[in-house]
T-cell receptor
Framework: EAQVTQNPRYLITVTGKKLTVTCSQNMNHEYMSWYRQDPGLGLRQIYYSMNVEVTDKGDVPEGYKVSRKEKRNFPLILESPSPNQTSLYFC???????????FGEGSRLTVL | QQQVKQSPQSLIVQKGGIPIINCAYENTAFDYFPWYQQFPGKGPALLIAIRPDVSEKKEGRFTISFNKSAKQFSLHIMDSQPGDSATYFCAASMMSSARQLTFGSGTQLTVLP
């Protein structure tokens, strides 16, 4: 089954404790991206990757890091989480140049 | 800067009604306009998309109407069903690229039985 898998699905952490949200896709897609979803703000792009070792900032990259060492994986790293990073996070992937994004089921993060 | 403005924020209709969700954009370079549907606890999924060379596109009960001169597009759901209750996001991008996809703020639709 074609899918984008995120882990963990739910996480409660404290300010400053580094965490990583993993994302893996099995569709051999070149493009991967992270979004955060907040009420009234829709989906805002954090980072994206056009291919292995190629990453770039989206609209709200502050406080986040990413890496793309393998085509299928695109982890999101919060080095020092803060309460304003409490949000619902989505990983997505797409064929290169194709407008259709395939989303994971989301990771709900709470930073206390 | 919100490049895609979506309204209304929430919408409640009776079964069989025709909910309409509207979006307006500013960037004339946008050339791909998808709608995504999101059920509670799930990620968004592509519902239907349109390019500016056509004014309307239908897929089943879902129709996109596109007005290039007004820089507006809308989603109509014919004969709406309780199973259509979800959050709907419009989006826009340049060069039909997922990389450039900008989303609206979302509309929470409730279809009453």
């Amino acid at each position: 089954e074609a899918q984008v898998t995120q882990n963990p699905r739910y996480l409660i952490t404290v300010t400053g404790k580094k965490l990583t949200v993993t994302c893996s896709q099995n569709m051999n897609h070149e493009y991967m991206s992270w979004y955060r979803q907040d009420p009234g703000l829709g989906l805002r792009q954090i980072y994206y990757s056009m291919n292995v070792e190629v990453t770039d900032k989206g609209d709200v990259p502050e406080g986040y890091k990413v890496s793309r060492k393998e085509k299928r994986n695109f982890p999101l790293i919060l080095e020092s989480p803060s309460p304003n990073q409490t949000s619902l996070y989505f990983c997505a992937s797409s064929r290169q140049g194709d407008g259709e994004l395939f989303f994971g089921e989301g990771s709900r993060l709470t930073v206390l | 800067q919100q490049q895609v403005k979506q309204s209304p924020q929430s919408l409640i209709v009776q079964k069989g009604g025709i909910p309409i969700i509207n979006c307006a954009y500013e960037n004339t370079a946008f050339d791909y306009f998808p709608w995504y549907q999101q059920f509670p606890g799930k990620g968004p999924a592509l519902l239907i998309a349109i390019r500016p060379d056509v004014s309307e596109k239908k897929e089943g009960r879902f129709t996109i109407s596109f007005n290039k001169s007004a820089k507006q597009f809308s989603l109509h759901i014919m004969d709406s069903q309780p199973g259509d209750s979800a959050t709907y996001f419009c989006a826009a991008s340049m060069m039909s690229s997922a990389r450039q996809l900008t989303f609206g703020s979302g509309t929470q639709l409730t279809v009453l039985p």
